[in-house]
């Protein structure tokens, strides 16, 4: 399995970037996704994900802001983001496991990672 993820740059605070993290390897359907970020000194953190069958559940600090969605036809995966803040500042990863049904808020839960995409939010 391979991530590619893409979609990043620089934005002014209140803008919107949608982030797409293309798959290829392995069916699709089979993986769960999930984004993650990290912000300089910081850990890593969840951001959203989903599986094929349930739907995306997202991280405290951008619910209601960032919608995550995968277009299995594309074998890609979407982070929409909107209102962005200086804090959504960092880079951006997308991971992937092998589950169907169940993924994960966990970065130790993720087998596939791609090399992420720097996303800066200017105030």
């Known amino acids: 399995v391979q991530l590619q993820a893409s979609g990043g740059g620089l934005v002014q605070a209140g803008g919107s970037l949608r982030l797409s993290c293309a798959f290829s390897?392995?069916?699709?359907?089979?993986?769960?996704l999930a984004w993650f970020r990290q912000a300089p000194e910081k850990e890593r953190e969840f951001v959203a994900g989903?599986?094929?069958?349930?739907?995306?559940f997202y991280g405290d600090s951008v619910k209601g802001r960032f919608t995550f969605s995968r277009d299995n036809a594309k074998k890609t995966a979407y982070l929409q983001m909107n209102s962005l803040k200086p804090e959504d500042t960092a880079v951006y990863y997308c991971?992937?496991?092998?589950?169907?049904?169940?993924?994960?808020?966990?970065?130790?839960?993720?087998?596939?990672w791609g090399q992420g995409t720097l996303v800066t939010v200017s105030s």
């Open positions: 390897g392995r069916t699709f359907s089979n993986y769960a």
């Open positions: 989903a599986t094929n069958y349930f739907s995306a």
């Open positions: 991971a992937a496991r092998w589950d169907r049904y169940a993924t994960s808020r966990e970065e130790k839960d993720f087998d596939y």
